[in-house]
């Protein structure tokens, strides 16, 4: 056994592949999800129609704040297997769902999927690479993501157009869930050893011996607020899901009443995904070169200017969107390996799952709070002011980081969580 992508490409590729089932699951409902609600149900409020974003987000995200937890008493595998399982109705709830409230009873279970699947395909390749190529780690993990959720919202919009809302478009997600399931319990093997050999390669831990782990609460704390610069990650985080719960729900409905048609609404709505996720082959390993605070702040700031393309509208409302969604997919492509990244090594491998939990229950409570906002600001100012604010948030977001994050690249792994001059020590 020994830690390295070159050493363990077999289940890497197995665990790229898994996640992109994973990001499909997401990608069905990017599009055509918002639309069902206003023209099959005929909702007039969007913050009724954003319930299902505002569900998702706030499961998912308690979901990533416990599956570190489950991993370490359950096994890596058995938590993906569980994701899976809760998400097999998911696609026919969608599909063929009576009321909202399936909609919406859908989206819990696939926040609880997600929540569980996602984050253990992340520390699952976490644990196989060690600490020499996280960020090229999390850059093909993402880019297999949310590139299947760009193609899958491009294949749901070219769907409904030639055979309506639904069901026809949510056959993809039987056999993401089918396929994913398959896959995990026959072909993946459980890392959790790979994290114990890391732990007694840096010296941490006597080989053979179970490290010591702190409380969730200690854990929650460091993350979340007393190191500045897991603070810094955690709060860039949340924003960047903010955008995209935003977008999530209001681009759809934006561009349709701006004339766009479904497909054309496709485009718009795989474009920010694909951008996002293909990027991250190339940002990931540029995050082990450069460091991850540039690309942090750099990717909020180009996100900003995406935002305000959109809100403004320099051109044709397609043109627009298309212009707004590539601004968005590079900006995002530039933070999420490197947020992901810079948590990973600022984190011991003993309490390392429970801090990316922690990080991603932050991170994935911005669907939340995007949905929230945009239903909020849309019903009193319109859609095109969500937009706006999402943007202003963006460029505080970045002024943050810029201020408060210590890089971490070069922080050595042998020592307790450094990141700077900050040094955590690990409670007894």
């Not at 570190?68 to 769902?97: E, N």
């Not at 999530?248 to 474009?271: D, M, R, S, T, Y």
């Not at 991250?280 to 991850?292: E, K």
């Amino acid at each position: 056994m020994r830690l390295g992508l070159r050493e363990n490409w077999q289940q890497f590729t197995l665990l790229v592949l898994v996640n992109a089932f994973v990001g499909g699951m997401v990608g069905l409902e990017r599009t055509v999800v918002p639309l069902v609600g206003t023209e099959e149900f005929a909702i007039g409020s969007e913050l009724v129609i954003f319930s299902f974003i505002i569900a998702f987000g706030v499961v998912k995200a308690f979901t990533n704040l416990i599956s570190g937890l489950l991993a370490d008493r359950f096994t890596r595998k058995k938590v993906l297997i569980l994701g899976w399982i809760l998400g097999l109705p998911v696609p026919f709830l969608l599909g063929w769902g009576p009321t909202w409230n399936y909609i919406v009873g859908a989206n819990v279970l696939l926040g609880i999927s997600q929540g569980l699947a996602w984050s253990m395909t992340v520390n699952m390749k976490i644990d196989l690479v060690g600490p020499g190529k996280r960020g090229l780690a999390m850059g093909l993990n993402e880019a297999a993501g949310y590139g299947a959720v760009g193609l899958t919202a491009l294949l749901t919009g070219y769907l409904a157009s030639v055979y309506g809302l639904r069901p026809q478009p949510f056959y993809l997600g039987i056999f993401y869930t089918v396929a994913g399931l398959l896959v995990s319990m026959l072909m993946i093997r459980d890392t959790r050893a790979y994290a114990r050999l890391e732990s007694s390669q840096i010296g941490r831990t006597p080989a053979g011996e179970t490290p010591h782990k702190p409380r969730l609460g200690w854990v929650f704390a460091e993350t979340s607020y007393r190191n500045k610069t897991l603070f810094s990650v955690s709060q860039a985080g949340l924003i960047n899901n903010l955008n995209d719960g935003m977008s999530w729900g209001v681009f759809p409905l934006l561009f349709a009443a701006a004339g766009v048609n479904l497909e054309g609404i496709g485009w718009i709505k795989a474009v920010y995904p694909v951008v996002w996720g293909i990027g991250q082959v190339i940002t990931g390993p540029l995050a082990d070169r450069i460091g991850r605070k540039p690309l942090i702040v750099w990717g909020m700031m180009i996100q900003a200017v995406g935002h305000a393309v959109i809100g403004i509208g320099f051109s044709s409302a397609l043109v627009t969107g298309l212009v707004g969604s590539v601004l968005l997919g590079i900006g995002t492509a530039l933070v999420y390996p490197a947020l992901l990244a810079a948590v990973s090594d600022a984190a011991h491998p003993a309490w390392r799952a429970s801090s990316v939990g922690v990080y991603r229950f932050w991170r994935d409570s911005g669907y939340a709070v995007g949905a929230l906002m945009a239903g909020v600001v849309s019903a009193w100012l319109g859609l095109t002011w969500a937009v706006h604010l999402a943007g202003f948030l963006t460029l505080v977001s970045g002024i943050i980081v810029w201020i408060t994050m210590k890089e971490t690249l070069l922080q050595n792994p042998s020592s307790p969580a450094k990141t700077g001059s900050e040094t955590t020590q690990i409670p007894q």
